[in-house]
C-alpha cells in the first residue's frame, strides 16, 4: 500500500541533471526523509512533485493517479501540499488570511455567490476562518492571527507556512528544510510538530539537514547526491552507508585517516 | 575622475536646464534662413504663472489643502471602523458595516437634501466624478488587487461605450437596456484578450493591453467611423412615481436628465462598492491579492492562478464597460478619441493615488485627480491642461514616497503598533 | 517596374528599421541589467528629435550655419545625444534607483509617470502642433538619388542605415571589448555577485541609461529627418515598435534587438504598403502578442526556467 510511487523521475536544466532517475515511495502515515548536500537536487525533486517543473521523465502516481506534468493547483487538490525552502508567504497578508488562501481548494462558493455575499458564502467563509484559526492554535500561532505574515519573526513564518499548507487538508505534505536556520530550542518544537502532523494522519516527506530532526522522527531515509539517490534505509542503514559518509565527507570511509 | 566630480555635475545641470529652452524658443524656417527668437511669454508658466496664481489665491490654496485633508480624513475614520482586521471577528465586522452604512446613509441624504439646490454645473461635476469612481474601482480590481498592469483600460471603457452608441444609433436602445449588453460584451472583449495574454508576465501584460488599447480605438475608427455618435436623450425624464408634495419639493422643475444622472451614478457607484467589499472579503478576493504577492505560491497552495487572473480581467472589463456606457450618455456623444492612452494614465493614475489595492483608495483617487481640477477650473484655468503633466509627476512621486497610495496605509499603521511591545 | 517599387519600399523599410534598432538596443540594454521595461525610453527619443531641432535653429541664428550642412547636422546630432542621456540618467536617477526594491509594479508605474510627464512637459512648453525639420538640411539629402541596379535610393536613406549601423557597431566593440562593457555585461548576468567583485554596479546603470538614451536621441534625430516633422506624442509609437522589435529579437539579447529592428521597419513598410499606412500599427501589434505568445523569449533570446 503506498500513497506517492514516483517512479525514475528526472529534471535537466540544459545540460545539468538536476534529477537523474530518482524512485521515492511513501506508505500511508510515514515520515520519510530526503537528504543530501547541498545543490543534490532535493528541492528540484519536490518542484518536480508538486508540477512547478515539468519532469524530463518519469512518473509520479498519487493514490494510484497519474499526476506527472499536472498543473500545480491541480496537484494540490488531490492531496499533495508543501512548504518552500525560502519561505514564500503573502506578506501583505496577516496570518490569518494567509491560512485562508490555503483553504481555497476546499471551498465552493463562486463569483455570484461572493458578489452579493449569500448566506451560503458567508457560512462558507465563516467555516474557513474558525478552521484557519484551529490551524494557526496548532502550530502555535494562535496570539499572531492578525499579525501580518511579513513582520512576523522567521521561526513564526516558517510554521505559518506549515499551517498554510495544512490548510489545503493534504494527505501528503512536502516539507522543504523546515528547520533551517533554527536554533536547537526551535528544532525541537519543529521535530514535535511534525510529529503531531504525522499523528493527524498526513503522510510527510521532509527535506531537512538537521540529523537529529531526520534521525529522530523518520521512517526512512532516501539520500541525493549528484542528483541520484544513491542509498534507501531506515536510519541507522544510512548513517552507516559509506556511500553516504562519502557523498558528505568528500572521501571513502577507507582513506579516512585511522585516528 | 574624482577631481573632475564637480565639473561633470555642473555639466549634467548645464544640460538638464538645456530643455528650458525649448519653453522659450518659437523658431520658424524661412527661406534657407532660420529665425530663432526667444519667446518669454512661454517660459510664464514657469517663472510667473504658478508663483502668481499661489500669490493670488492663497486662501483658495489653503481651502484645497483642508477639502483634501477632509477626504481623506474622512475615509481613513471610515477605514478605521470597518476596513478588514479579522481579530474578534464578528463584533468588528459587523459594527464596522454598520458603520459604514451609516457613512453611505450620510452622504445619500447630503446629496438628497442638497440636491434641490445643486446648479447644473454641479450636478455634472457629480457625474463625472461618479463615472470616474467607477472606472478607477473596476481598474483597482486588476491593477490594485490581482496585480496585473493593465495600460489599455480605456480600451474596455470605449467597448462598452461604443456597443451602447451603436445599439442606440441603429435601434434606439435607451440608456437604461444599455448596461446590459454593455457589460456582456465588455466582459466578453476582457475574456477573449485574457484568455492568451493572462500567461504572459507581468510587464508583458502592460504592453499587450496597451496595444489592445490603441487597436481598439483603430477598429472603431475603421469599423464604426472617426465621426462622433450622438446620443439623444430626452431633457426631462418622466417619472415613475406619483408626483406628490415631497417629490415636487425635492425637484422642483421635474426630475432633469442631469438629475437622474446623478441618482444613477450614485447608485451604481455604491453598488459597485458594495459588491467589490464582498469579493475583497472572499475567498476569491484573498486568492486575488495571494496571486497578487506571490503567484508561484499560489498556484502551489491550490489556486488556479490563469482561472482567477481572467476572472479579475473579466470583471475589471465589465466594470469599464459599465463606466463607459455612462460615460458616453452623459457626454451625449462618442467619439474614438475620448478613449486614448492618456485616458487609461489618468484612471491608472486615480488607481495609484488613492492606493492600489485598498477599498476607498480609487475613490479618492478620482475625486481629488478629477473634481479638484474641474473646481478650479474657473480659477486656474492652466489647472487643466498640465493635469497630464502633473499626473506624470504624482505617479512617481507616489511610488517614491508613498507607494501604498493616500489611504492605503492603515492596515500596516495598526499592524506596526500592536508589533511594539 | 512593379519589382522595383517593392524593391524600393523593402530599402526604405530596412532604413526605418535601422532607426527602431537603435531603439529597441535601449529597452533591451535597460531590460539585460535591471529586468525592468522602461517605458519612458520613447520619450528620451522625442526629447532627442526636440533637442536635435532646437540645436539646428540655434546654430542657424548664432553662427548663420556656417559650419556647412554636414556640420550642422553632426553638431545637432552630437548635442541632442548628450541631452538625452542627461535626461536618460537623470530619469534612471530619480524615478527608478529608489524604486529597485520595491514591488514589481512600482517601476513600471513610476516609468509610465515619467513619460507622461516629458510628453506633456514638452507639448505644454513647445507646441501641440507637428515641429518641421529645416527642410534646408533635410531636402538636399532627399534629392540626391542613387540608381544602383535599376533602383532608385536616396541618399538620406543610406546615411541613416550607414550611421544606425555605425552606432550598433561601435556599441557592440564598447560591450565586448572595453572594461566598462565587460562590466556592463557582468551586471546584467548577476548584480550581486558584480558588485561583490568590485564592479560599481550604479555607475554601470548609469551608464547603461545615458548610452541607451543616446542612442535612441540618434534615432529621433534621423527619423525626424527622414519624416520631415516630429511631435510631443511621436515617442510613444516609435516606443511601442521599438519595443516590439526588442521582444521579437529577444529581450535583454543585443544582436537580437538589432534584428528585431530591421524585421518590424520590413513589417511595417510592406504592411503601409500593401494595406495603406492606417494598419502599420495594428500589423506591429499582431506581430508582437504573436511573438509572446508563440515564442516569447523571442528569435534569438534564450530560455530561462524561474528557480524556485
Ligand atoms: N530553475 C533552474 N534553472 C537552472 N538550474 C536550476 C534550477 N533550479 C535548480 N537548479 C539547479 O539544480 C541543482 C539542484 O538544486 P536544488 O534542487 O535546489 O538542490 P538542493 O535543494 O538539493 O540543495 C542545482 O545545481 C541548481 O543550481
Ligand atoms: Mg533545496
Known amino acids: 500500500m503506498t500513497i506517492l510511487e514516483a517512479t525514475g523521475v528526472s529534471k535537466y536544466f540544459g545540460g545539468l541533471k538536476a534529477v537523474e532517475n530518482v524512485d521515492l515511495t511513501a506508505r500511508p502515515g510515514e515520515i520519510v526523509s530526503i537528504i543530501g548536500p547541498n545543490g543534490a537536487g532535493k528541492t528540484t525533486f519536490f518542484n518536480c512533485l508538486t508540477g512547478i517543473y515539468p519532469l524530463t521523465h518519469g512518473r509520479i502516481r498519487f493514490k494510484d493517479r497519474d499526476i506527472a506534468n499536472h498543473k500545480p493547483h491541480v496537484i494540490?487538490?488531490?492531496?499533495?501540499?508543501?512548504?518552500?525552502?525560502?519561505?514564500?508567504?503573502?506578506?501583505?497578508?496577516?496570518?490569518?488570511?494567509?491560512?485562508m488562501v490555503g483553504a481555497y481548494c476546499r471551498t465552493r462558493a463562486g463569483i455570484l455567490h461572493t458578489l452579493v455575499r449569500t448566506p451560503f458564502s458567508r457560512r462558507e467563509d465563516g467555516g474557513t476562518a474558525a478552521r484557519a484559526l484551529e490551524l494557526l492554535q496548532f502550530v502555535g500561532l494562535a496570539g499572531h492571527a492578525d499579525s501580518w505574515a511579513r513582520n512576523l519573526p522567521y521561526g513564526y513564518q516558517r510554521r505559518l507556512e506549515i499551517a498554510r499548507a495544512l490548510a489545503t487538508q493534504p494527505e501528503l505534505l512536502l516539507l522543504d528544510e523546515p528547520a533551517a536556520g533554527m536554533n536547537p530550542q526551535e528544532v525541537g518544537a519543529v521535530t514535535e510538530l511534525i510529529g503531531r502532523i504525522r499523528d493527524r494522519g498526513i503522510t510527510v516527506i521532509l527535506i531537512e539537514h538537521h540529523m537529529k530532526v531526520v534521525t529522530g522522527i523518520s521512517d526512512r531515509i532516501a539520500v541525493l547526491d549528484y542528483g541520484e539517490k544513491i542509498a534507501e534505509g531506515t536510519p541507522k542503514e544510512v548513517c552507516c552507508n559509506p556511500k553516504v559518509i562519502q557523498a558528505y565527507l568528500g572521501k571513502t570511509y577507507e582513506d579516512a585517516p585511522a585516528t | 575622475?574624482?577631481?573632475?566630480?564637480?565639473?561633470?555635475?555642473?555639466?549634467?545641470?548645464?544640460?538638464?536646464?538645456?530643455?528650458?529652452?525649448?519653453?522659450?524658443?518659437?523658431?520658424?524656417?524661412?527661406?534657407?534662413?532660420?529665425?530663432?527668437?526667444?519667446?518669454?511669454?512661454?517660459?510664464?508658466?514657469?517663472?510667473?504663472?504658478?508663483?502668481?496664481?499661489?500669490?493670488?489665491?492663497w486662501l483658495d490654496v489653503i481651502g484645497v489643502l483642508v477639502f483634501l485633508g477632509a477626504v481623506v480624513g474622512f475615509l481613513k475614520l471610515w477605514q478605521l471602523t470597518a476596513w478588514v482586521q479579522w481579530r474578534g471577528e464578528v463584533e468588528t465586522r459587523t459594527r464596522g458595516r454598520v458603520r459604514q452604512a451609516g457613512a453611505m446613509i450620510v452622504v445619500i441624504l447630503i446629496l438628497t437634501l442638497s440636491c434641490r439646490h445643486l446648479a447644473d454645473t454641479q450636478i455634472e461635476w457629480g457625474v463625472m466624478v461618479c463615472t470616474y469612481i467607477l472606472l478607477a474601482l473596476g481598474l483597482n480590481l486588476i491593477v490594485g488587487m490581482t496585480g496585473l498592469l493593465v495600460l489599455g483600460y480605456a480600451g474596455f471603457v470605449a467597448v462598452g461605450a461604443y456597443t451602447f452608441a451603436v445599439l442606440h444609433q441603429q435601434f434606439g436602445l435607451s440608456l437604461w437596456l444599455a448596461f446590459l449588453p454593455a457589460a456582456l460584451v465588455g466582459g466578453l472583449t476582457g475574456f477573449l484578450l485574457g484568455l492568451p495574454s493572462l500567461r504572459l508576465r507581468g510587464d508583458y501584460l502592460a504592453i499587450v493591453t496597451l496595444g489592445f488599447g490603441e487597436t481598439v480605438r483603430f477598429l472603431i475608427k475603421n469599423l464604426v467611423g472617426e465621426q462622433s455618435i450622438i446620443i439623444s436623450r430626452p431633457a426631462r425624464v418622466p417619472s415613475l412615481m406619483s408626483e406628490n408634495a415631497a417629490w415636487r419639493w425635492l425637484f422642483p422643475d421635474g426630475l432633469t436628465r442631469l438629475k437622474t444622472e446623478l441618482w444613477v451614478a450614485v447608485a451604481l457607484v455604491v453598488l459597485s462598492i458594495w459588491l467589490i467589499r464582498n469579493?475583497?472579503?472572499?475567498?476569491?478576493?484573498?486568492?486575488?491579492?495571494?496571486?497578487?504577492?506571490?503567484?508561484?505560491?499560489?498556484?502551489?497552495?491550490?489556486?488556479?492562478?490563469?482561472?482567477?487572473?481572467?476572472?479579475a480581467f473579466t470583471l475589471s472589463a465589465i466594470w469599464a464597460a459599465v463606466g463607459g456606457v455612462f460615460f458616453v450618455a452623459h457626454n451625449t456623444s462618442a467619439n474614438p478619441e475620448m478613449f486614448g492612452f492618456g485616458e487609461s494614465v489618468l484612471?491608472?493614475?486615480?488607481?495609484?493615488?488613492?492606493?492600489?489595492?485598498?477599498?476607498?483608495?480609487?475613490?479618492?483617487?478620482?475625486?481629488?485627480?478629477?473634481?479638484?481640477?474641474?473646481?478650479?477650473?474657473?480659477?486656474?484655468?492652466?489647472?487643466?491642461?498640465?493635469?497630464?503633466?502633473?499626473?506624470?509627476?504624482?505617479?512617481?512621486?507616489?511610488?517614491?514616497?508613498?507607494?501604498?497610495?493616500?489611504?492605503?496605509?492603515?492596515?500596516?499603521?495598526?499592524?506596526?503598533?500592536?508589533?511594539?511591545? | 517596374m512593379n519589382g522595383a517599387v517593392e524593391l524600393e519600399t523593402i530599402i526604405g523599410g530596412i532604413s526605418r528599421g535601422a532607426i527602431y534598432a537603435l531603439i529597441a538596443l535601449g529597452y533591451t540594454m535597460v531590460y539585460g541589467i535591471l529586468g525592468m521595461i522602461n517605458f519612458a525610453h520613447g520619450e528620451i527619443y522625442m526629447v532627442g528629435s526636440f533637442a536635435a531641432i532646437v540645436t539646428l535653429a540655434i546654430l542657424t541664428t548664432l553662427t548663420s550655419a556656417s559650419f556647412g550642412l554636414a556640420g550642422c547636422l553632426v553638431l545637432s546630432m552630437g548635442a541632442a545625444m548628450l541631452v538625452a542621456a542627461a535626461f536618460g540618467f537623470t530619469n534612471e536617477r530619480i524615478a527608478y534607483r529608489p524604486l529597485r526594491r520595491s514591488h514589481a509594479l512600482a517601476p513600471l508605474i513610476s516609468a509610465i509617470g515619467v513619460s507622461t510627464f516629458l510628453q506633456n512637459f514638452v507639448m505644454n512648453a513647445q507646441t501641440k502642433d507637428k515641429v518641421d525639420f529645416p527642410r534646408a538640411f533635410s531636402d538636399p539629402l532627399w534629392e540626391r538619388k542613387l540608381e544602383i541596379v535599376g533602383v532608385h535610393v536616396a541618399l538620406i536613406q543610406l546615411i541613416v542605415l550607414a550611421m544606425a549601423v555605425g552606432l550598433m557597431v561601435l556599441l557592440h566593440l564598447f560591450i565586448t571589448r572595453s572594461r566598462t562593457g565587460k562590466a556592463m555585461r557582468a551586471c546584467s548576468q548577476d548584480k550581486t555577485m558584480a558588485a561583490l567583485v568590485g564592479i560599481p554596479v550604479d555607475r554601470v546603470i548609469s551608464l547603461t541609461f545615458a548610452v541607451g538614451s543616446a542612442l535612441a536621441a540618434a534615432a529621433g534625430m534621423m527619423f525626424t529627418m527622414y519624416n520631415g516633422q516630429t511631435r510631443f506624442d511621436v515617442g510613444y509609437t516609435a516606443g511601442v515598435t521599438a519595443f516590439t522589435a526588442a521582444v521579437l529579437g529577444g529581450i535583454g539579447n543585443i544582436p537580437g534587438a538589432m534584428l528585431g529592428g530591421f524585421v518590424i521597419g520590413l513589417v511595417e513598410d510592406l504592411t503601409a504598403y500593401h494595406l495603406g499606412a492606417d494598419w502599420k500599427y495594428v500589423a506591429v501589434f499582431a506581430l508582437l502578442i504573436t511573438v509572446l505568445i508563440v515564442r516569447p523569449r523571442g528569435l534569438l533570446g534564450e530560455r530561462v526556467a524561474d528557480k524556485v
Open chain 1, 76 to 99: 494540490t487538490r488531490h492531496g499533495i501540499a508543501r512548504t518552500f525552502q525560502n519561505v514564500r508567504l503573502f506578506g501583505e497578508m496577516t496570518a490569518l488570511e494567509n491560512v
Open chain 2, 279 to 311: 469579493l475583497t472579503h472572499s475567498r476569491i478576493g484573498r486568492a486575488w491579492i495571494a496571486i497578487r504577492e506571490d503567484e508561484t505560491a499560489a498556484a502551489a497552495m491550490g489556486i488556479p492562478t490563469v482561472r482567477l487572473k481572467l476572472l
Open chain 2, 1 to 57: 575622475m574624482k577631481r573632475f566630480r564637480p565639473l561633470l555635475w555642473l555639466l549634467w545641470c548645464l544640460i538638464i536646464a538645456a530643455p528650458l529652452v525649448f519653453v522659450g524658443l518659437e523658431y520658424e524656417w524661412g527661406k534657407g534662413l532660420w529665425n530663432a527668437t526667444l519667446r518669454t511669454d512661454r517660459l510664464r508658466f514657469l517663472v510667473s504663472d504658478i508663483p502668481a496664481w499661489v500669490g493670488g489665491h
Open chain 2, 347 to 421: 484612471i491608472l493614475s486615480m488607481v495609484v493615488l488613492g492606493g492600489m489595492g485598498s477599498g476607498p483608495g480609487p475613490i479618492v483617487g478620482a475625486i481629488v485627480l478629477y473634481l479638484l481640477p474641474e473646481v478650479l477650473r474657473e480659477r486656474f484655468p492652466v489647472l487643466i491642461s498640465y493635469r497630464p503633466m502633473i499626473v506624470g509627476g504624482l505617479m512617481v512621486a507616489m511610488m517614491i514616497f508613498r507607494p501604498q497610495g493616500l489611504v492605503g496605509s492603515l492596515r500596516r499603521k495598526i499592524e506596526l503598533k500592536e508589533e511594539q511591545p
